[in-house]
């Protein structure tokens, strides 16, 4: 039922042998595709594109980001700057990872841009990061989000056990992980599905808070900037929830090769996603804030629950519970960097294979499930967050700075869409600064992932680069040699 897809899209449209030595085949190699090969078919339309980036956006970050971002802020002011700072920088990266996608025309997002700006090892550690790190806690972070408000009705007056948070979490998990192994045309409908309900979902935050400041409820606007002063050192904890909130404009740079039309679908695709998705956050936390005050938000669980507890009908929470678990539903719909890892021997052969009839990338999809559940019942959401967030915005910096260099390494690259410079430079500094500093403001949950991270050098070494393996050590591990 399963069959190894060795293959690498490039930017002439042919598919290439995927090399083991972890190195790109080359950028204008003139082979043709092999028949009989299984590939990932070309099924996302620009409409589904931009359903890829605002599903995945939108999500239990818009739940779970406000009191993260409102608690490192000190005010109301300061907090709406820091979403639609974090909104426009979300745009400047997706500007960034729009270029990259449609030079480098090869699924695998982050892990592929690393790969060919500076080689293997960095692209390795990027991926044994995310298979440790950035991908289980991510899961675990959205799926708390979502036990807590489909239980939040049910124990209204009391706190929610967090043995049946997570109990409640890991059967949403599993039906997740069964509908994304589906097919590739069923993701895709069913994305386009969940992003019409997760705008009807921002819809119903937006209307009423806009109803409640035409009565003139400001009285939480008042002397917005008011409050504790902004510490430095809060600041990058604040930058994590937030752009935690945007994450997600880098996915559809993981299936490129299933685009079709990237040159023209990609950059358009991200940039009405991110106005949509930035206009539409901004209101959501000024509706937030015509309901409850900064101190009800920063003592609340629930905010969405909270927020309309005081002014709206009793069925609202659990509309908004249910709008919740179509979030959850989608933003688990993501990318197939693992399945491309695997192609180019930095993950086991079995990552590698694609389902025959559905070409879906399975074994891919079901090696997280154990991983996620570890995640889920040994972390609390916050320390997840900074823990994961470390890791993640290291790496996209990194990502962003291979842009520049290769500008430089390759300037005859054929690139159909161009960034300004100082895009990429003012994003890669960013986050890498911010990256820095969150060592000094939440050591022990970064420093936790830095240690990790560094681990995936020796392990490189021991992986790939050790050629002289023993037979069961190579059968134990099931890397392509």
């Known amino acids: 039922m399963y069959r190894k897809a060795a293959v690498t ?3 002439n449209g042919s598919y290439l042998q995927g090399q083991a030595n972890g190195r790109l085949p080359s950028m204008d190699s003139e082979q043709p595709a092999q028949e009989g090969k299984v590939v990932l078919k070309k099924k996302v339309t620009l409409l589904r594109g931009i359903s890829i980036i605002i599903g995945t956006i939108i999500g239990a970050g818009i739940f779970i980001s406000p009191k993260g971002i409102l608690k490192n802020t000190g005010s109301v002011g300061m907090s709406l700057t820091v979403w639609t700072v974090c909104g426009i920088l979300s745009l400047f990266g ?5 270029e990259l996608g449609t030079c480098i025309k090869k699924s695998g997002g982050h892990y592929t841009y690393i790969l060919e700006a500076f080689g293997p090892l960095p692209a390795f550690v990027r991926v044994w990061v995310e298979l440790l790190i950035i991908r289980p806690a991510a899961t675990a972070v959205i799926s708390l989000a979502f036990g807590r408000y489909i239980l939040e009705p049910f124990f209204m007056q009391c706190e929610i056990p967090e043995l049946a948070i997570k109990l409640i979490t890991a059967v949403g998990i599993t039906l997740v992980m069964v509908l994304n192994s589906t097919s ?7 994305q386009i599905f969940l992003t019409f309900c997760k705008l009807v979902a921002i819809l119903i935050i937006i209307v009423p808070g806009v109803i409640q400041l035409i009565k003139g409820e400001t009285q939480h606007f008042k002397n917005a900037f008011a409050g504790n002063d902004a510490s430095i050192m809060g600041l990058p904890l604040a930058f994590y929830s937030g752009m935690y909130a ?3 404009w880098f996915y559809l740079n993981f299936v490129t090769e299933e685009v079709e039309n990237p040159e023209k679908n990609i950059p358009l695709a991200i940039c009405i996603s991110m106005i949509i998705v930035t206009v539409g956050y901004v209101l959501t936390n000024v509706a937030y804030f015509t ?7 920063l003592l609340s669980k629930a905010v969405a629950v909270v927020s309309y507890r ?19 539903l989608g933003e688990k719909n993501g990318g197939t960097m693992f399945f491309v890892a695997s192609r180019e021997g930095h993950l086991p052969e079995i990552l590698s294979m694609i389902h025959v009839r559905k070409h879906t990338p399975l074994p891919a999809v079901i090696v997280l499930h154990p991983l996620t559940m570890i995640m889920l019942f040994t972390g609390d959401l916050y320390s997840l967050l900074n823990f994961l967030s470390f890791a ?10 291979g842009l520049i260099y290769l500008r430089y390494k390759r300037p005859d690259m054929p690139r159909p869409f161009k960034v300004p410079l100082f895009i990429p430079a003012l994003f890669s500094f960013t986050c890498l600064f911010m990256v820095a500093l969150s060592l000094y403001s939440d050591p022990v949950n970064t420093g936790i992932g830095f240690a990790i991270t560094l681990t995936g050098v020796p392990a490189y070494y021991l992986f790939i680069v050790w050629d002289k393996k023993p037979k069961w050590f190579r059968n134990l591990l099931v890397f392509h040699t």
Not at 94 to 98: K, Q
Not at 184 to 190: E, L, N, P, T
Not at 291 to 297: D, M, V
Not at 392 to 401: E, P, Q, S
């Open 9 to 11: 899209t490039v930017s």
């Open 94 to 98: 997706a500007l960034c990872y729009a």
């Open 184 to 190: 590739v045309s069923w993701s895709a409908r069913i």
């Open 246 to 248: 945007y994450s997600g």
């Open 291 to 297: 309901t409850i005050s900064a101190g009800e938000l």
């Open 310 to 328: 005081n002014k709206i009908q009793s069925y609202i929470p659990a509309a908004v519970v249910f709008v919740d678990i179509l979030l959850f």
């Open 392 to 401: 993640r915005w290291l790496f996209i910096g990194l990502v962003v700075a």
